[in-house]
Every structure is written in C-alpha cells, then in structure tokens.
T-cell receptor, first 114, second 109 residues
C-alpha cells in the first residue's frame, strides 16, 4: 500500500492565483483530513470528511474549499492565494474516528505564496 | 477541547532512555491520550495511545498517571532517528486532533 499520497511536493503561487492540492489514500479509509502547519507551530485542521459526499469545516477553513466525490480522493482548493496561506499542508486519513483510531499522514505539500 | 502542556524541548544521549512528559489536567473520562511524532520534513506518525492503563508497543511505552492528569512517553533507548517533535494529543470523539507545539527531542551522539 502506498498509504496517503500528496501532490505536488512543492509549489510557488503568486497572490491571487488558484490551485488544487491533491490527496489520495489506498487504505479504504472513510475519514480524511486536511491540516496546515506554519513554521514552528503544530498542525491546524482546515477541513475534514467522514465519507464520500460529506465534508465539514475545521478550525481554519477560510480561503479553502474541499470536495469528496470518492473514498480515495480528498482535494483541497485554494481559490485566491494570499501570503497568509504560505504553509505546509498535510493530508491524513483514518478508518473511523473512534477515540482509539490512529491517523495516517501524507508527506506534505510545501506552498509559498508571493 | 481538553488541552495538553508539554516542554518545548528536551535532550537525551544516544542509547539512553527518554521520558517525555505531558500534562492534561482537564482530561475527561472518555478522552484517549495519543502520541504522535514528526520527523524533520515529514508528516506526523502515530507512536502510541492509551486510556487508563500503561501501554507498550514496539516503538515506545506510555505511562498514564492514576488520576490521568498527566502521562509520560518513554523511549527505552533513544537513537539518532528518534530526533523529532513529539505531540501529546487528547481525543474525545470530535473529528479533530488539537496539536500543540509539542516537545522537540534532540538526541546527542
């Protein structure tokens, strides 16, 4: 199993540009998550999904959109990039959100907005 | 959401045990205690979790205080590959982890 894969690994955007961060998992997990991590900080939840067609906001959703049309894929869309969105983005998945279930994280996408 | 408090950084010598503390004085009876670690330039990875009893796995041990207001992650023999940021997280049935800034562990050769 590849686990959780993310593309691209790195990206530089100009202010106002748009892009989609891709996330795919091959573990048949129902739950998927997007986090961002600013330098020296812990991760913050942007959006999550509990299954295909169902998404909800996390702590910091402003400026982002998500969709979940399949179990495997959970893309994150930035519509109008701003310098405040410069961060490392991690996608994660878990089988459920039972309190004992672990999350599996992807390798991250490093995004710079200038 | 219940919060955790960890020291910003710790150092250990290679091949020695490391005890990483975590305080969670507002923990509720149904909160699990999870530990994740993040190696440089990688995503977090699961280490261990527990509810009330001490837990052991191939990576580490988790010692939970009797009142559950604190816990300690124990790495039995630190290696250079264990240098990472370690996060202590409580899960309580909501769909999110609350990550603090964690403890940066430095392992000295």
């Amino acid at each position: 199993n590849a686990g959780v894969t993310q593309t691209p690994k790195f990206r530089i955007l100009k202010i106002g540009q748009s892009m989609t961060l891709q996330c795919t998992q091959d573990m048949n997990h129902n739950y998927m998550y997007w986090y961002r991590q600013d330098p020296g900080m812990g991760l913050k939840l942007i959006y999550y999904s509990v299954g295909a067609g169902i998404t909800d906001k996390g702590e910091v959703p402003n400026g982002y959109n998500v969709s979940r049309s399949t179990t495997e894929d959970f893309p994150l869309r930035l519509e109008l990039a701003a310098p405040s969105q410069t961060s490392v983005y991690f996608c994660a998945s878990s089988y459920s959100f039972g309190r004992a279930d672990e999350q599996y994280f992807g390798p991250g996408t490093r995004l710079t907005v200038t | 959401d219940a919060k955790t408090t960890q020291p910003n950084s710790m150092e250990s010598n290679e091949e020695e045990p490391v005890h990483l503390p975590c305080n969670h004085s507002t923990i509720s009876g149904t909160d699990y205690i999870h530990w994740y670690r993040q190696l440089p330039s990688q995503g977090p990875e699961y280490v261990i979790h527990g509810l009330t009893s001490n837990v052991n796995n191939r990576m580490a041990s988790l010692a939970i205080a009797e009142d559950r207001k604190s816990s300690t992650l124990i790495l039995h023999r630190a290696t250079l590959r264990d240098a990472a940021v370690y996060y202590c997280i409580l899960t309580s049935g909501t769909y999110k982890y609350i990550f603090g800034t964690g403890t940066r562990l430095k392992v000295l050769a």
